[in-house]
């Protein structure tokens, strides 16, 4: 069995989470999906992990995945206090297939429902349909399109389990 484990990324882990979602952000174009849009830059990165929202994902040592999570996202979801934001998760290609993103989607959900939150929410590019379904399946609940600056949002939210 393989062993997942989820740390809060630090600063000297910069040029990994830039690998992945680099690496990411060019296999999905290479379909025609323009989920992110532009290349990810050091500074965008830097300040992530300056306000410790990325978080890695090793499996047997090996990274595997990253993410951010947000307790906050008044751009696109207003003052939701009861609710914790996922964004920019990337599974590296080496663990493509796997179910690596539902893992660390339930990762994310028991987390945020051990810190109190209400509900896991979180969006895509609004004309990713094989995203939008990845999601629904996982068990969101579309929430509605919202326009983010120039770029076409779906917004998702999930219920959580409270954990007593």
Not at 60 to 78: K, P
Not at 158 to 163: A, D, E, G, P, Y
């Amino acid at each position: 069995m393989q062993v997942l484990a989820i740390q809060k990324a630090v600063a000297e882990q910069a040029h990994i989470i830039h690998a992945i979602l680099e690496d990411a952000r060019q296999r999905l174009a290479a379909r025609n999906i323009a989920q992110w849009q532009i290349p990810f830059d050091s500074s965008f990165i830097q300040s992530a992990l300056a306000r410790g929202e990325f978080f890695i994902a090793t499996i047997d040592n090996r990274f595997a995945g990253v993410f951010r999570l947000l307790w906050s996202d008044t751009e696109i979801w207003g003052e939701a206090t009861d609710s914790a934001f996922v964004h920019t998760l990337a599974v590296h290609r080496d663990f493509l297939g796997q179910g690596l993103g539902y893992r660390l989607l339930n990762w994310c959900e028991t987390f945020a429902a051990q810190c109190d939150r209400r509900y896991l929410c979180l969006d895509c590019a609004s004309f990713n349909s094989a995203l939008r379904n990845y999601y629904t399946n996982y068990g969101f609940t579309f929430r509605g399109e919202k326009t983010f600056k120039t770029f076409h949002v779906a917004l998702f939210e999930k219920t959580l389990q409270q954990v007593s």
